[in-house]
Nanobody, 120 residues
């Protein structure tokens, strides 16, 4: 089975930086896309950033210019570099990956999440 494990979360001061990691149990080439989602208390889960197998990236408007998603295929790991953090970035961050099954259906996989807390 595919496993995704997030790490790197923690408590950081506003204006600071943090780097999250998502380690996959299989090659990242297996996936169509790998992305980061976040969910703050009382708010809807939202897509933060995504990177495709071909390397193209997309970001939520709220994090453009501050966050960067990247991939190290040799380590089967995707990163989310977060700079200029503010209190609105406080949330549980989840790693997500999708791949196409043999019969054509798309299967999604989720990590357990890592907490990011930004203090003012």
């Amino acid at each position: 089975q595919v496993q995704l494990v997030e790490s790197g979360g923690g408590l950081v001061q506003a204006g600071g930086s943090l780097r999250l990691s998502c380690a996959a149990s299989v090659s990242t080439f297996s996936f169509n896309n790998i992305g980061w989602y976040r969910q703050a208390p009382g708010k809807q889960r939202e897509l933060v950033a995504v990177i495709s197998n071909g390397g193209s990236t997309n970001y939520a408007d709220s994090v453009k210019g501050r966050f960067t998603i990247s991939r190290d295929n040799a380590k089967n790991t995707v990163y989310l570099q977060m700079n200029s953090l503010n209190s609105d970035d406080t949330a549980v961050y989840y790693c997500n990956a999708d791949r196409t099954m043999g019969w054509g259906a798309v299967q999604n996989y989720w990590g357990q999440g890592t907490q990011v807390t930004v203090s003012s």
